[in-house]
């Protein structure tokens, strides 16, 4: 342990300061929450090693970070405005000539701009635990400080390749294995700061500056890297600019710079940077809801009602998060059925690594029971009903639970469009009933929606987002309408794309457009996977209060009454056997015969076309959900999308892609579109407004 006498603490300024201890200079950042390389750390780190540049005393450097974690990159909140000196790049090259030696301490995530900063120090010691990454082509961008020149020398073209490419972080074990840290240290951050800086002074720790080391040169690498973005990732624009960056590295350290900094600022300029970085913020902003400062009631246990596909996945996601499940169904076979899926989707779990087979064994033996009767669901904190989308069932439940549960339980409910105002008023305590509305597969997809009722309290509000946090999901608040924010959108759009069927364009030449623009999947591979069952009975449901100006297009019913719900039952749209998913002839002929009942003239659609008459519904239904405060902001409708429904996240969402396309030009684009059905297509009060006033859906999501 090191044995120098504090001698005081000096503020540089509000978030750097120094401490001279012996012959150590010691910097501590304190930025919180995350330490971002703001331009007051910037300014303040530069000054601090200018002073202890300058003291005579000082031998050696030691730098760290307070709080949770050393710099954990950039600040992004920077970004787009414009660049205050110190730059970033600068002040590695700054950190890397400084004559006497440097060592940095890495702890908590030390990401992007933060590991560029370590990498230009002299030497790196990393506590256990430490998350090490260069995470920038997430957020459309590359390491623009020097990590596409310094990684390669330090870890290798491969591997930094690999890192810089994904954006995924490694552990300090993995760093240290590949040389991007020298040693793992034990102990509070100050202190190993300070003991590294006596080894470096020794020779205990190798003291080497990265940018006189030369990367081993490895051509096969970079070609690799390149043939396997080509196909992966053919859409993005900053992975293949971060490949011709890292091949930079064999040129001296600034020339290699220099070429970064080019393509930096390609990446900075280019739209997939603003979709992308919106959308980081994005899941940051739906945890600001009102109902954020009440306490969430404590969860230790949760009933699950319904061993369905949801419900099977619920109760997986619930399992894998370390809670307790009781899985009910109304019969011994639907438990067996409900047993074998969660099974299944736990083998799943296993297989990409995300559990152990043990694991699997101890979920399965302890955590999970199962029963035939709502009685067993007594004393658990919180249900989830996941049973088939009928009212009066869903009713019953409720009304069942309130007799049954325990007072204070959370009573919810997966319906994914009914109402949950007509389900709480079934019981005595509507203030304990919310909509959480999980997307299937529920175990694996990150969106969740709390679908807040009239009467629900916050707490229980703050209770759903609590569980979101706890199962890793981006909750999202919506208000009650017939399918939340999400599914109300959706049923908008997939009209706008029945009608771009019946006119003549194929579920195949839609699912392709889509798919070009950047969803996952097309509208018909979605319905396919999502069961064409459940559209149908909603198609039933709504069929009464239908308006007669309504343009309705029944092929998907037309499916389903041969039995044929999508990818569950091998075919729908499309046909699901062991030659992988192919057009279905029989639905093609489905289509033709409807087309001809209806009178219609097949016409051709270009995919530019399809593509822009989707985005438009899915806009102009967007837009509706906000003038009626069903979202809070346009910035959740973009999280719904980004989390739930494959929306291309280099796109921002819907709305983001909104203020991309402007208010004006989709007000030309639906008063055109309504020459053909004025019905369907008509603007919005708050659309036109906004195309006269010029006010942005980004204005929107900053007014408080
Ligand atoms: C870069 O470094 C570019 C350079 O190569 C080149 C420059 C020339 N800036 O996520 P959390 C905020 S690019 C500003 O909830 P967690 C965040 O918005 C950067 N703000 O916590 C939130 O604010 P609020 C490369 C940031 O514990 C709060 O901090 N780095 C930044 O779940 C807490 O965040 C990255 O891409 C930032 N860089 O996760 C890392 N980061 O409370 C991005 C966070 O007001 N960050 N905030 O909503 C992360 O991945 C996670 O935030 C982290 C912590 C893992 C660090």
């Not at 020097?146 to 890192?163: E, H, S």
């Not at 869903?394 to 009573?411: N, Q, S, Y």
């Not at 364009?505 to 999502?530: C, H, K, N, W």
């Amino acid at each position: 342990m090191h044995s120098g006498m504090p001698t005081g603490t000096s503020a540089i300024n509000d978030v750097v300061s120094i401490e001279i201890i012996g012959n150590t200079g010691l910097i501590a950042l304190d930025n919180p929450p995350v330490n971002a390389a703001s331009h007051a750390v910037r300014t303040g780190l530069w000054q601090a090693l200018e002073t202890l540049q300058q003291d005579d005393g000082v031998q050696v450097i030691a730098l760290y970070g307070k709080g949770r974690t050393f710099i954990a990159g950039a600040d992004i909140r920077e970004f787009g405005k414009p660049p205050q000196d110190p730059w970033l790049p600068d002040l590695c090259n700054f950190i890397e000539d400084t004559e006497k030696p440097i060592v940095c301490l890495l702890h908590g995530t030390t990401l992007g701009g933060g590991l560029e900063v370590a990498m230009s120090c002299h030497a790196r010691v990393a506590l256990p635990g430490t998350r090490v990454g260069l995470p920038e082509v997430t957020l459309g961008i590359l390491p623009g400080a020097g990590g596409t020149q310094r990684a390669p020398r330090l870890a290798g073209v491969a591997f930094a390749l690999d890192m810089i490419t994904s954006g995924k972080p490694v552990s300090a074990e993995v760093a240290l294995e590949h040389g991007l840290v020298d040693r793992i240290g034990e102990g509070e951050p100050r202190e190993v700061a300070l003991q590294a800086a006596q080894d470096l002074v020794s020779g205990a720790l190798p003291r080497r500056k990265t940018g006189e080391l030369a990367a081993t040169p490895d051509q096969a690498a970079i070609d690799a890297m390149r043939t396997k973005l080509a196909k992966t990732q053919a859409q993005l624009f900053s992975p293949h600019k971060c490949v011709d960056a890292v091949e930079a590295c064999h040129l001296p350290i600034r020339d290699g710079m220099a070429e970064e900094r080019r393509l930096y600022n390609a990446c900075m300029e280019s739209p997939q940077r603003a979709g992308l970085i919106h959308a980081f913020f994005s899941e940051r902003a739906v945890t600001k809801v009102p109902e954020a400062a009440a306490e969430p009631r404590e969860i230790r246990s949760v009933g699950v009602i319904g061993g369905g596909t949801m419900g099977s996945g619920i109760a997986t996601a619930v399992l894998l998060a370390g809670l307790p499940v009781t899985l009910t169904e109304r019969d011994q076979a639907g438990l067996e059925r409900g047993t074998d899926t969660i099974a299944g989707n736990l083998d799943g779990a296993v297989k990409r690594g995300k559990l152990s087979a043990e694991g699997r064994e101890k979920i399965l033996s302890d955590r999970l029971s199962t029963s035939t009767d709502l009685k067993a669901l007594a004393d658990v904190d919180l249900v989830i009903e996941a049973v088939f989308e009928e009212m009066s069932v869903k009713r019953e439940i409720f009304g069942t639970l309130d007799t049954v549960c325990k007072p204070g339980a959370v009573l919810a409910s997966n319906t994914s469009y009914l109402d949950i105002n007509d389900i709480a008023a079934t019981t005595g305590r509507p203030e304990d009933v919310i909509g959480l509305h999980f997307f299937s597969p529920a175990h694996v997809m990150r969106l969740l929606e709390v679908v807040v009722a009239d009467k629900t309290s916050p707490e229980v509000v703050a209770t759903g987002f609590a569980l979101a946090k706890k199962l890793k999901k981006i909750a999202v608040r919506s208000g009650v309408c017939d399918g939340f924010i999400g599914n109300r959108i959706m049923t908008f759009y997939k009209k706008a794309a029945d009608y771009m069927m019946m006119d003549g364009a194929s579920p195949e030449e839609i699912d392709t457009a889509m798919r070009g623009f950047g969803f996952a999947m097309g509208p018909y591979q979605v319905a396919d996977l999502a069961g064409l069952d459940i559209s149908w009975a909603a198609n039933k449901r709504r069929a009464a209060t239908r308006p007669k100006e309504e343009r309705y297009i029944p092929i998907a019913d037309r499916i389903c009454e041969n039995s044929w719900f999508g990818r569950k039952t091998g075919q729908g749209f499309y046909i699901y056997d062991d030659n992988g998913p192919r057009p279905n002839p029989e639905a093609l002929s489905i289509i033709d015969a409807e087309r001809e009942n209806a009178g219609v003239t097949p016409r051709s659609f270009t995919s530019e076309e399809i593509v822009e008459r989707f985005m438009t519904a899915m806009i102009l239904e967007g837009v509706r959900v906000l003038e009626e405060g069903i979202a809070l902001r346009p910035i959740d409708i973009d999280a719904v999308f980004l989390n739930g429904y494959g929306f291309p996240r280099f796109r921002g969402g819907p709305m983001h892609t909104a203020d991309v396309i402007g208010a004006g030009e989709l007000v030309r684009r639906i008063e055109a579109y309504a020459q053909e059905d004025s019905y369907y297509w008509q603007v919005p009060e708050l659309l036109r407004k906004m195309a006269e006033s010029g006010e942005t859906f980004a204005e929107m999501n900053t007014r408080g």
